[in-house]
Nanobody, 123 residues
Framework: VQLQASGGGLVQAGDSLRVSCAASGSTFSSYNMGWFRQAPGKEREFVGAIIRSGSVYYTDSVKGRFTISRDNAKNTVYLQMNSLKPEDTAVYYC??????????????????WGRGTQVTVSS
């Protein structure tokens, strides 16, 4: 499985940005897809995930501002980010959990990763 994230960029606080992640493979609809981010000097952290059933989960700091969706026909998962804050600045990664596991919030539980895309929010 190959993952390619795109759509990052430089925006101002309060702006919106949508990041996409295109996946290879014919069984994309069966994957749990996660979004993580890593800021300089910090550990990679869970942002949110959309599982095969379509249920979506978010970390508290992005609830109400970020929305994750997927288009199985296009093998693509999206991260819509609204009301961006400078603390959202990070490299954003998409990840695929091909074999369902007990948790979706831990990076070690994902099988494949995209290269990441930089999101920078200026104040």
């Amino acid at each position: 499985v190959q993952l390619q994230a795109s759509g990052g960029g430089l925006v101002q606080a309060g702006d919106s940005l949508r990041v996409s992640c295109a996946a290879s493979g014919s069984t994309f609809s069966s994957y749990n897809m996660g979004w993580f981010r890593q800021a300089p000097g910090k550990e990679r952290e869970f942002v949110g995930a959309i599982i095969r059933s379509g249920s979506v989960y978010y970390t508290d700091s992005v609830k109400g501002r970020f929305t994750i969706s997927r288009d199985n026909a296009k093998n693509t998962v999206y991260l819509q980010m609204n009301s961006l804050k400078p603390e959202d600045t990070a490299v954003y990664y998409c990840a695929a959990q091909v074999t369902a596991r007990f948790t979706i919030t831990r990076a070690t539980q994902y099988d494949y990763w995209g290269r990441g895309t930089q999101v920078t929010v200026s104040s």
